[in-house]
């Protein structure tokens, strides 16, 4: 079994900068891409940015330049560093990764539970 627990949500003001964590843990084999997504009230979930293990990054086009994807192979943990925070990036933020599961070859997508982000004007 694979869970994904994402942390360093909270509250700050417009202009101001939060740090999202999320860590795979688990029987895990090998962590493929992974990534964070978001999801407003009364609004679809959305990509926010993915990067692969071999650091190849892909991001919205909302976020370019205000936000960064990093990861720790060696910890399978995912970073999202966001910079310059608007009113419009509050949301419920998920990590999603591909992993597989030691002693099979296939992979899976797994959620976290969410972490809340709320920019206040």
């Known amino acids: 079994q694979v869970q994904l627990v994402e942390s360093g949500g909270g509250l700050v003001q417009a202009g101001g900068s939060l740090r999202l964590s999320c860590a795979a843990s688990g029987s895990i084999s090998s962590a493929g891409p992974m990534g964070w997504y978001r999801q407003a009230p009364g609004k679809e979930r959305e990509l926010v940015a993915t990067?692969?293990?071999?650091?190849?990054?892909n991001y919205a086009d909302f976020v370019k330049g205000r936000f960064t994807i990093s990861r720790d192979n060696a910890k399978n943990t995912v970073y999202l560093q966001m910079n310059s925070l608007k009113s419009e990036d509050t949301a419920l933020y998920y990590c999603?990764?591909?992993?597989?599961?030691?002693?099979?070859?296939?992979?899976?997508?797994?959620w976290g539970q969410g972490t809340q982000v709320t920019v206040s004007s």
């Open positions: 990067i692969t293990s071999g650091n190849i990054t």
């Open positions: 999603n990764g591909f992993i597989s599961v030691s002693g099979r070859v296939s992979f899976r997508y797994y």
